[in-house]
């Protein structure tokens, strides 16, 4: 899953995405990296429900560095496909997702890393929205304890994390339907992220995964559900990032987002590509010496929560 590959669609089978990830990691040592660096951030909350119903997937781990006062605050979700990851993804062996929250707890940012449920546990993206927002409000509450401060949050993702909260922080309708004031969101940083779905969907490479995700998961609401119908001046303001190498419908939803915008980059829109770096290169490299991704996210997050 290097450059040279043949472009595909930006989401794949989460089983084979595993074992992308582990022979990518096993071959560059990144997982040693993420694990065994010297940090000083604290891991000060793990396994904690932010739904109290007993259901693994309504769980988050919270990251804060040493002695933070009134940090900003990154809520952190997971990509996979919407059918695979966790706040712990192999975390012993490939870093998920504890190097995310370590690295930007070393860049000064509280983050908070959720799970949620997945398909075929649920149905529809609307019910991953429903936890993404639920661990929002438990962010919003529950943050200053762990030296976050509840008005300075944002909202990141990676895939399709960066779907869920792209499409959630461009509706305010939708935030508002789950007890959320717009405003809460200060900003959102999407990683390699899909805005259109039905275009997506059509651009993925196998037809299998258009009869057992696609159409199931999205089925008529493709449009309703593309982050892309919401883009305007009512959205939180969004960092989009890209690897110069990553799949192909990130790319190319990407570039399309680039120009709708265009008369919002600077205010409500932020555009940045990282050369060299493929899909997984966005998330994996965090925390590493090599590591463009956790600043940048950590910069912005700076950057967002300080402007008038």
């Known amino acids: 899953m290097h450059s040279g590959r043949t472009p595909h669609s930006c989401a794949r089978n989460g089983q084979r995405a595993v074992v992308v990830l582990l022979l990518l990691l096993l071959s560059s040592c990144l997982s040693l990296q993420n694990l065994y660096r010297a940090s000083r951030a604290v891991r000060t909350a793990e396994n904690i429900a932010y739904i109290d119903d007993g259901d693994d997937k309504h769980k988050l781990n919270v990251f804060a560095p040493a002695g933070a006062q009134g940090a900003p605050v990154v809520v952190f979700v997971h990509g996979g496909f919407w059918r695979a990851g966790d706040r712990s993804y192999h975390e012993s062996i490939v870093g998920l997702y504890g190097n995310v929250g370590t690295a930007l707890a070393d860049n000064d940012v509280v983050t908070v890393v959720p799970s949620y449920r997945l398909y075929p546990q649920v149905p529809s993206a609307e019910d991953m929205l429903d ?15 762990h030296g976050g401060d509840p008005q ?26 789950r007890g959320i004031d717009p405003s809460v969101i200060k900003g959102v940083v999407s990683l390699s992220g899909i805005y259109d779905v039905p275009g997506a969907a059509a651009r993925a490479e196998l037809e299998e995964d258009r009869v057992t995700l696609w159409r199931p998961l999205f089925g008529k609401l493709g449009a309703e559900q593309s982050p892309a119908r919401y883009f305007g001046d009512k959205m939180a303001p969004i960092f989009f ?16 987002a680039e120009k709708s915008l265009a008369g919002l980059v600077g205010d409500r829109a932020f555009f940045r590509t990282l050369p060299k770096l493929t899909h997984e290169d966005m998330v994996l490299t965090i925390g590493t010496a090599h590591d463009d991704v956790g600043p940048a996210v950590a910069a912005f997050a700076w950057f967002i929560t300080r402007r008038p």
Do not use: M, Q
Request: charged share 20%; aromatic share 6%; with cysteine.
């Open 131 to 145: 936890d993404v927002a639920a661990a929002l409000a438990w962010t919003r509450d529950h943050i200053a304890v």
């Open 241 to 256: 990032v890209v690897g110069s190498n990553d799949f192909e419908s990130c790319l190319v939803d990407y570039h399309a």
């Open 152 to 177: 300075r949050i944002l909202l990141a993702g990676h895939s399709a994390g960066a779907h869920l909260v792209t499409l959630l922080a461009s509706r305010p309708d939708a935030l508002r339907k």
